[in-house]
């Protein structure tokens, strides 16, 4: 069975730093793409940042140059890490990644559970 599992979210002040992590468990073939997902309170569920087997990486405008998102594939893990916070970033955040169970089988996207980022003004 596959699992993302999620760590690192928190309370935090503005201006703060938090690093998630998410590592995905089971037995796998191959992993393309790894990113992070945030919903806040009445709001959709959007993309934060997302990084390709190929290496593509891709961060949401109001991120860039203050998240970073690196994966490692022998670990089977992505991390986001966030330094500027501010309220504005207060959401559930969601590791995702599209993954092959089986050589030749399709992509298929898993979620984590979600853990909570909270920016304190």
């Known amino acids: 069975q596959v699992q993302l599992v999620e760590s690192g979210g928190g309370l935090v002040q503005a201006g703060g730093s938090l690093t998630l992590s998410c590592v995905v468990s089971?037995?796998?073939?191959?992993?393309?793409?790894m990113g992070w997902y945030r919903q806040a309170p009445g709001k959709q569920r959007e993309l934060v940042a997302l990084?390709?087997?190929?290496?593509?990486?891709r961060y949401e405008d109001s991120v860039k140059g203050r998240f970073t998102i690196s994966r490692d594939n022998a670990k089977k893990t992505v991390s986001l890490q966030m330094n500027s916070l501010n309220p504005e970033d207060t959401a559930v955040y969601y590791c995702?990644?599209?993954?092959?169970?089986?050589?030749?089988?399709?992509?298929?996207?898993?979620w984590g559970q979600g853990t909570q980022v909270t920016v304190s003004s």
């Open positions: 089971g037995s796998i073939a191959t992993i393309n793409i």
């Open positions: 990084t390709t087997a190929g290496g593509t990486i």
């Open positions: 995702s990644s599209s993954i092959q169970k089986y050589s030749g089988s399709t992509y298929d996207m898993y």
